[in-house]
């Protein structure tokens, strides 16, 4: 379901990445998105859905990006920190697997 930003959120979208450009020369998409999402937490607008505005608001201005490798770490890397980054469908197939079934959904067995 596609959902409007407030216009106060699109404003901060645009003042950040015009600061980050200023600022870096060079906007990091995850951190920034981030930050406006903690700003307008009350909106409960998912971080993902934030960072398709700001990648769009950085593309309008010609801005290079980058994407936050500390923040890629903690997604893909769960173990090495305190917050449950799975997502829910891996969390409902850790449930109802088997012991002794491997849990990876990124798993890929092939016959050689």
Request: a negative charge; charged letters at 30%.
């Amino acid at each position: 379901m596609l959902r409007g930003f407030s216009d106060q959120l699109r404003d901060d979208a645009h003042c950040k990445v015009r600061e980050a450009l200023r600022a870096n020369g060079i906007v990091n998409i995850i951190g920034l998105s981030e930050e406006i999402r903690l700003k307008h937490v009350h909106e409960n607008i998912a971080r993902e859905d934030i960072e398709n505005l700001v990648l769009h608001v950085a593309q309008l201005y010609g801005a290079p990006i980058e994407f936050d490798v500390h923040a890629l770490t903690a997604l893909d890397l769960p173990d090495a920190y305190a917050a449950d980054n799975r997502n829910d469908l891996e969390k409902i197939l850790g449930e109802r697997r088997q012991p002794d079934v491997p849990a990876d959904l990124l798993q890929v067995e092939t016959d050689q």
